[in-house]
């Protein structure tokens, strides 16, 4: 039996606390406020009136009994505080692309507040976290950082922060109604036009931005409704190809999907989004790069439309677009793609991470390969 990554680092854990071996780093040198794991709240009433969460901690402990065995002598109260305060504060070990490979407790960092639109990001580099701004900020306070993905809407964010962390945010973006109207954009069914349908909140009232039309057909919108009822459910059974790792199913699904409901759902639409974004990484599984630029490019605009300028993953987006693009000897594009990742990818990952020091080098060879072509002409 392989332990998973939260079996692994509890075991590190006990580890440390039994050498009484946590050390702690201040957040930066105005902020001298020493944390250790004792301080961190544990959340043990609200873990044990949490059905999910008690399983998980109860496969924990038989995980650990079959490791440790008999060593393992922390009465399981004390098991529960710890776990309490690892899951609530440890942070998904993430590759320089946003890729989880492991979990850890970092204790400075998580002292930092939550807000769906941060104004500060998270990366590693290895295992080493860095906190970086992305925006200007006042005082070290004011720092947010985001616990979990954006690119999700107002109630999937706000039952994702309650299952995991047990509050509920009230940040600008979960107060912006129109950015949730946006992740539902529909498709205008004038002949010709290519609007974004918008619906209000309760579904009543639509309106094509493009051509003003605000008349549909019930056949329409019952189409509507249908197609992002069967988007969900196809979604499903993706996450379970994705478990499997059968990445060909991942890519029939999604790509039989997006053709059935793409006439009634926008590319902004969050269901349409989830479906490309996997139907572009079952590419990169299958080495199907022609197919797998075709699917990045369709999920661009609502990168930049729901995630903040700098935000890691839209400059992680270019830049795997460019990456492709470069290697299908698209060169021009490529390099205005790798660029703009360059941008974005310095704020959030900061110029000596290893990942910038990476597109540094495409983009010197994009340089090269696009002055060997013009000597050509
Ligand atoms: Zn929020
Ligand atoms: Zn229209």
């Not at 440790?68 to 998904?92: A, H, R, Y």
């Not at 196809?234 to 039989?256: N, Q, T, Y």
């Not at 060169?331 to 900061?350: C, F, M, R, T, Y």
Request: proline share 3%; net charge negative; aromatic share 6%.
């Amino acid at each position: 039996m392989v332990p998973t990554d939260s079996t692994l680092l509890m075991l590190r854990l006990l580890l440390r606390l039994e050498k009484n071996d946590i050390s702690i780093t201040p957040l930066s040198k105005e902020d001298p406020q020493i944390r250790t794991f004792n301080d961190l709240m544990s959340h043990t009433e609200d873990i044990k009136g949490d059905p999910k969460r008690t399983e998980q901690f109860v496969k924990m402990c038989v995980a650990l009994q079959q490791f440790v065995g008999d060593q393992l002598k922390v009465p399981t109260t004390e098991l529960l505080e710890i776990f309490g305060k690892m899951i609530i504060n440890s942070f998904s070990i993430c590759s320089g692309e946003m890729q989880p490979i492991g979990a850890g407790v970092y204790l400075s960092p998580s002292i930092l507040d939550h807000s769906c639109c941060p104004n500060a990001t998270t990366v590693f580099d290895g295992n080493k976290l860095y906190v970086r701004a992305v925006e200007d900020i006042g005082d070290i306070s004011e720092v947010r950082v985001s616990y979990i993905d954006q690119l999700a809407t107002t109630s999937e964010r706000k039952q994702q922060l309650m299952e995991q962390y047990y509050f509920t945010c009230n940040c600008v973006m979960c107060r912006d109604k129109q950015r949730d109207q946006k992740l539902s954009s529909l498709r205008c069914p004038t002949t010709g036009c290519d609007g974004v349908v918008s619906q209000n909140h309760d579904g009543v009232q639509h309106t094509c931005l493009v051509c003003g039309k605000d008349t549909f057909s019930e056949e329409y919108l019952s189409k509507c409704s249908s197609s992002s009822a069967d988007a969900e459910q196809i979604l499903k059974k993706i996450a379970e190809a994705k478990k499997e790792k059968d990445f060909k199913m991942v890519l029939e699904l999604s790509g039989h999907c997006l053709s059935e409901v793409s006439d009634h759902l926008h590319p902004m639409h969050i269901l349409m989004i989830r479906l490309h974004d996997s139907a572009f990484d079952a590419c990169i599984e299958l080495q199907k790069w022609d197919l797998a630029l075709v699917y990045a490019s369709k999920t661009t605009e609502a990168y930049r439309e729901f995630y903040a300028a700098y935000h890691p993953n839209l400059g992680i987006h270019l830049m795997k677009i460019g990456k492709m693009q470069q290697y299908l000897k698209q060169i021009e594009p490529a390099l205005k793609n790798l660029q703009q990742a360059e941008d974005i990818l310095h704020v959030s990952h900061g110029k000596s991470h290893s990942l910038c020091q990476d597109l540094k080098i495409l983009l010197k060879q994009c340089e090269e390969e696009l002055r060997i072509q013009q000597g050509r002409t």
